[in-house]
Structures are given as C-alpha cells and as structure tokens.
C-alpha cells in the first residue's frame, strides 16, 4: 500500500473518530430533549388538576414522585417562620429579587419546604420589604416541585444559592423526608401582604433537536470533505501526468469570453 493511501486511511480512521464523537453529541441533545419534552408534558398533564391530599405523595420515592410533578396538593399547618430562607439571584423581568422559602409543619410533625413567592430587591440588593407570615395555622393549596441542583457556593445566613432539599435540610437542621418542595398556590387565612406569585413557567423544549440535527451534519461534512480532498488531489495527479488532461471542475465550466480568447492566442502561439 503506497504512502499516499496510508496517509488517507489515517484521515479516514481521523474522520470516522470526529463522526463517533458527533454522534454521540447528537445522541445526548436527542436525550436532553427526550426530558424536557417529559417535562413539558408533566406540566400539561398535572397543572390544572384537583387538587390531591399531601399524605397521599408524602413518603413516596423519587422515581414516584416525578410523576406527579406540578400536580397540586392540600395540607394544613403552620410556618417555621424563624427559619426562613431566602433564595439569592432569582430576578424576574431583569429586576433582581429573592425566592422566599419557609419550612412548614404538619399536625403529625412532618416538615415540607414551601416556596411562598418572589421578593424584589431593593437599590442595594437586599428585600425590598419583610413578607414573613403569621404563624398562625393555614391551609395551602401548592404544586409538588422537584429539588433543584446541588448550590455551587455557600451563603451568607439566612440566604441560600439553590433549592436543594439535602442541602436545606443541614442548613436549617430540620428533618425533610420528602422528595420534593411546595410551591404556593393559595393559604387559607390569606396574609394582607405576601410574595409575588410565581408564574407557570414557558412550556419550551429549547434548541436540542436542532442542535443534534447540526451534530449529524458535522459528521457527514467531515467524510465530505475527506471524499473532495481525495478527489482532488487524484485530479492533481492525474494533470502531472497528462499536461492535456482538463480537470472536471474546468470541464463542467460555462466557457467565458476570455477562456474562448486565451484558446485562440495559444493556437496562434
């Protein structure tokens, strides 16, 4: 095998690799989109539903609990309110602002996070206003939302960087056995003041599909331009050895005016 196919079988191998690797780029924006289309359809399927008893998800599993995501549940107690925590960096609208969480207990002792609402920020970035309910017992109405990530940071007090249900419960040193926080819908006596409501969230699945789509191109550009890098340097090749040979580029070439004039003054010369 000559030194030029050696060389070419190592573009090849070089350009199967890149394909390998788009591929599975492609096969993880499919699967990211896989999940935000479960998620959408988790919102669809459970935000206008009755709403269901707290005892009923309670002690349920993760795995089970996803399902009932957005699904809104009745439960009675009261605010931990000593314990509140604010949720930094949540603007809404390009206005900064705070989420507000408070821990609320159940007849029976068990504890849930409840997530009341959207506090804005003042001029130097702190609440605008103290939204802190009455301790008194409520009623809510609130949606079963999921933890979110690990916080990457760690807070002042009082403060948190991320609804993440293990990380409130070592920072707030209450026992939270579910799976999952609350968000508020309505709380039965009502407050004269409260947190801004949170709005249902864009029901978008993002670019993933065309993002794999553009990973499949990649993949076949790259055995494109290793098939026209082959073609040409086979037409290079074939010009050293036949100087009458016209390459097919030039041979599929509309013939302009001054091809037409430089053939007539070789022929002369």
């Known amino acids: 095998m000559s030194k030029s196919w050696l060389r070419w079988l190592s573009w090849f191998l070089f350009a199967s690799l890149f394909a390998a690797a788009c591929v599975g780029l492609a096969s993880w924006q499919f699967d990211r989109r896989d999940q935000a289309v479960s ?14 008893s707290f005892d009923s998800i309670s002690s349920l599993p993760l795995a089970d609990v996803t399902s009932f995501e957005w699904t809104p549940v009745e439960l009675t107690g009261t605010y ?3 314990q509140e925590l604010l949720v930094r960096n949540r603007p809404i609208a390009g206005q900064p602002g705070f989420i507000q969480l408070i821990p609320f207990q159940l007849a029976n002792g068990e504890i849930v996070i409840i ?14 206003t103290s939204m802190t309910p009455s301790e008194q017992p409520k009623t809510l109405i609130a949606r079963v939302r999921l933890s979110e990530l690990t916080p990457n940071r760690n807070s002042p ?7 993440h249900l293990e990380s409130l419960e070592n920072t707030l040193g209450v026992p ?9 819908i309505s709380e039965n ?26 990973w499949i191109l990649f993949a ?18 074939r010009i050293d050895r036949d100087p009458t040979y016209v390459p097919r580029s030039k041979r599929n070439r509309k013939r302009t005016d001054g091809d037409i004039e430089d053939e007539l003054l070789d022929a002369r010369n």
Not at 157 to 163: K, Q, V, Y
């Open 80 to 82: 931990l309110t000593s």
């Open 115 to 128: 997530e009341r609402g959207w506090i804005p920020a003042n001029s130097e970035l702190e609440p605008a």
């Open 189 to 214: 006596p009502s407050e004269a003041t409260s947190p801004q409501p949170l709005s249902k969230p864009t029901l978008d699945e993002g670019n993933h599909l065309s993002y794999a789509v553009q």
């Open 157 to 163: 007090e009082g403060f948190a960087t991320s609804i």
């Open 220 to 237: 076949l550009m790259g055995f494109f331009a290793l098939f026209w890098a082959i073609r040409q340097e086979q037409e290079y090749r």
């Open 176 to 184: 939270l056995e579910q799976e999952f926080y609350l968000r508020v």
């Open 39 to 52: 998620k959408i359809q988790r919102m669809v399927d459970n935000y206008e539903r009755p709403a269901i």
